[in-house]
Nanobody, 126 residues
Framework: QVQLAESGGGSVAAGGSLTLSCARS???????IGWFRRAPGKEREGVAM????????FYGGSVRGRFTISQDNAKKTVNLQMSDLNPEDTAMYYC????????????????????WGQGTQVTVSS
């Protein structure tokens, strides 16, 4: 059974930075790892995705240029570096894993993913 655990959330002032980490356990060495977020009163949206072992990455439009997704295979983690944060980035952030390949369309679709973490809260104050 694959398990995902997010960490690194917290509170930060606007313009600040945070790095989230998604640690996975169990047998999962190929597929996509995505980061999603859900802000209060809003739908969960795709933030970024990385295809393990490849250079393929996708980003949501609202974070492109500010967030960077990366993988550390030795630690079995996928990190999300977030910079220039603003209050609109306040949300619960989740990582998810899919055993299927992710395209530029499917990467942000929730039911494309097989496994989900519990989430980590990010709060950005103005």
């Amino acid at each position: 059974q694959v398990q995902l655990a997010e960490s690194g959330g917290g509170s930060v002032a606007a313009g600040g930075s945070l790095t989230l980490s998604c640690a996975r356990s169990g047998y999962f060495y190929s597929g996509c790892i995505g980061w999603f977020r859900r802000a209060p009163g809003k739908e969960r949206e795709g933030v970024a995705m990385i295809y393990l072992g490849a250079a393929v990455k996708f980003y949501g439009g609202s974070v492109r240029g500010r967030f960077t997704i990366s993988q550390d295979n030795a630690k079995k983690t996928v990190n999300l570096q977030m910079s220039d944060l603003n209050p609109e980035d306040t949300a619960m952030y989740y990582c998810a894993a899919s055993r299927r390949a992710c395209s530029d369309v499917t990467w942000s679709v929730e039911n494309h993913y097989n496994y989900w973490g519990q989430g980590t809260q990010v709060t950005v104050s103005s």
